[in-house]
């Protein structure tokens, strides 16, 4: 998973795939979850994210917390 926050355009983009993006949805206003070919969700795109991210645009990274095998 990657995440990634342009401040310039105040979007937050997270990733979980690198699989070729074949529809996008917006699913409530300033989110739009994009889907691959088999129908799977690859990545969100947050529009104004600081606006829906508390304190987004006081950090220059964003943690990501990573799955532990069992």
């Known amino acids: 998973m990657k995440a990634h926050y342009n401040q ?6 997270i990733v979980w795939s690198e699989s070729p993006i074949e529809q996008s949805d917006e699913l409530q206003p300033g989110v739009i ?5 088999s129908g799977r969700v690859v990545g969100v795109e947050i529009l104004n ?7 987004l645009r006081n950090h220059d990274s ?3 917390l990573q799955r532990e095998g069992r």
Not at 33 to 37: A, C, I, M, N, V
Request: glycine share 4%.
């Open 33 to 37: 979850l994009d889907y691959d070919g």
């Open 49 to 55: 994210a600081s606006r829906q991210v508390e304190n």
């Open 8 to 13: 310039d355009v105040d979007i937050l983009r």
């Open 62 to 64: 964003i943690p990501v």
